[in-house]
């Protein structure tokens, strides 16, 4: 097993969220608003099940999965659309790929230097977020 991603961890950098909105078909006014926030995440595992919190003021998503199990995700308040998506270790990444309507669109996150590195993609725009560990 990879080095643990599980703890709560606060965004230190988020470059080209806008693009990955934008791929996304996020509106300008929701983009204004979630360019300002600051993430966090609380990743969770019980057994085989783990919890991905991302959380800020103004909205939360939460979602869990089993590895290597493919499920029904649906990205509520985020673009609000239904994706086929599954999440594998491959090495020391966690990768989902979330087959959908969006092509090319899923996240990997891993740990590098003690910081909890996502890279969010979606029709080739790709978003990179950096987050330190709170606790
Ligand atoms: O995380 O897929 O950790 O699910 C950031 C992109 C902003 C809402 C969230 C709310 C959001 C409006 C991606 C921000 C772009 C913008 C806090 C979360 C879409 C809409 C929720 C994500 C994965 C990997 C686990």
């Known amino acids: 097993m990879p080095a643990s ?3 709560t961890w606060e965004m230190l950098s988020n470059i080209n969220l806008e693009g990955y ?3 996304l078909g996020i509106g300008l006014s929701t983009r204004k ?4 926030l600051k993430q966090r995440k609380v ?5 085989d099940k783990y ?3 991302t959380l800020s003021t103004f909205r939360n998503y939460v ?3 089993r590895m290597d199990e493919e499920f029904d ?3 509520k308040g985020l673009d609000e659309r239904h994706c086929k998506s599954v ?3 491959e090495g020391n990444r966690m990768v989902c790929i979330q087959k959908g309507e969006k092509k090319n669109r899923g996240w990997a996150h891993w740990i590098e230097d003690d910081k909890l590195h996502l890279e969010l993609y979606c029709e080739g725009q790709t978003c990179k977020q950096v987050f330190k560990r709170v606790a």
């Open 21 to 23: 909105m934008i791929a």
């Open 33 to 36: 608003i979630a360019l300002r």
């Open 43 to 47: 990743i969770e595992q019980v057994r």
């Open 73 to 75: 995700e649906f990205t």
């Open 63 to 65: 979602f869990s999965f």
């Open 87 to 89: 999440v594998t270790w």
């Open 5 to 7: 991603l599980c703890g």
């Open 51 to 53: 919890v991905i919190k």
